[in-house]
């Protein structure tokens, strides 16, 4: 049995695309998925499964809300071992122990972006005090100004990095890590 964290991108936000957890509880269960549980009301959902294919889990959980409540709504899924590594290898952390942790953000992209696309990623735009660092399929993210009035969003990443992507900050995500410890 395996542990898995699912981040749904876009649920629940200024009216849109909204779900309750305990409707997608009972959804994510009647997919045989056990001991489901959510963390906020943001689509941050861990379970166990048999399943050892992420892909198929997304795709399973892809298809069931758009059978079940008509959208669509792009999901990511890790296993806990995948969120345990991006939670040790956070470089602004490596850089500075001390570093507020209200300022790190992780963007979690679906797919790795090419070589030649990140040694390309320009920016153009005064970034301030912005800073970004991608390990893998994660995009580190330094924002002292806070997430809601950064220029390095997730639409910024997906369109660069031409790859859907979700972001979360770093209570949640270590929440996650604790709570599906």
């Known amino acids: 049995m395996e542990t898995y964290i699912s981040l749904l991108r876009g649920i629940n936000v200024h009216g849109s695309r909204m779900i309750k957890m305990d409707q997608l509880k009972k959804l994510y269960s009647g997919l045989h998925?056990?001991?489901?549980?959510?963390?906020?009301?943001?689509?941050n959902l861990f379970f166990?499964?048999?399943?050892?294919?992420?892909?198929?889990?997304?795709?399973?959980?892809s298809e069931a809300i758009k059978v079940q409540l008509g959208f669509?709504?792009?999901?990511?899924v890790l296993?806990?071992?995948?969120?345990?590594e991006i939670l040790e290898n956070n470089p602004f952390l490596k850089e500075d122990p001390n570093v507020m942790l209200t300022h790190l953000y992780v963007t979690l992209l679906k797919d790795f972006p090419s070589k030649?696309?990140?040694?390309?990623l320009?920016?153009?735009?005064d970034l301030s005090s912005e800073k970004y660092f991608i390990r893998k399929q994660s995009v580190y993210l330094y924002l002292p100004g806070g997430?809601?009035?950064a220029r390095l969003n997730n639409s910024f990443f997906e369109n660069r990095l031409k790859t859907?992507?979700?972001?979360?900050?770093?209570?949640?995500?270590?929440?996650?890590?604790?709570?599906?410890?």
Do not use: C, F, H
């Open 33 to 43: 998925l056990t001991r489901v549980q959510n963390y906020i009301q943001s689509g």
């Open 48 to 61: 166990d499964s048999e399943e050892t294919d992420s892909l198929k889990l997304e795709m399973l959980i």
């Open 72 to 76: 669509e709504v792009p999901i990511l």
């Open 79 to 84: 296993r806990r071992e995948s969120l345990l």
């Open 116 to 120: 030649s696309i990140t040694d390309n």
């Open 122 to 125: 320009q920016t153009g735009d």
């Open 147 to 149: 997430y809601g009035r």
């Open 164 to 181: 859907p992507a979700t972001t979360r900050n770093w209570k949640t995500l270590t929440a996650l890590a604790t709570l599906t410890g």
